[in-house]
């Protein structure tokens, strides 16, 4: 079992940087896939960024690729999310996500964090 806590959201402008955290109880945090996900009002969760377990390979979006980067620190149990020059359609409550050794990047996620609010005002 892992818990996971996202920290960092916040109230910004458009063109702002963010950078989420989420910090992870496991000990074997290495071995886990970890991904972001966001949920605007009236839409569905959608997929944001992944980094796997294995080599590290990173995975984006298409609406936030070149903007955000997905990094972690497995000696602090943390994954980030660095988001830069951000838009009002970027508001939305960030997710972080693990899977114990996932080789997929959209699916099949596991354990889910609480949520952490961002808003981006125009």
């Known amino acids: 079992q892992v818990q996971l806590v996202e920290s960092g959201g916040g109230l910004v402008q458009a063109g702002d940087s963010l950078r989420l955290s989420c910090a992870a109880s496991g000990r074997t945090f290495s071995s886990y896939t970890m991904g972001w996900f966001r949920q605007a009002p009236g839409k569905e969760r959608e997929f944001v960024a992944a980094?796997?377990?294995?080599?590290?390979?990173?995975n984006y979006a298409d609406s936030v690729k070149g903007r955000f980067t997905i990094s972690r620190d497995n000696a602090k149990n943390t994954v980030y999310l660095q988001m830069n020059s951000l838009k009002h359609e970027d508001t939305a409550v960030y997710y972080c996500?693990?899977?114990?050794?996932?080789?997929?990047?959209?699916?099949?996620?596991?354990?889910w964090g609480q949520g952490t609010q961002v808003t981006v005002s125009s």
């Open positions: 980094i796997s377990w294995s080599d590290g390979a990173t």
């Open positions: 996500a693990a899977k114990y050794r996932g080789y997929t990047i959209y699916v099949g996620y596991t354990y």
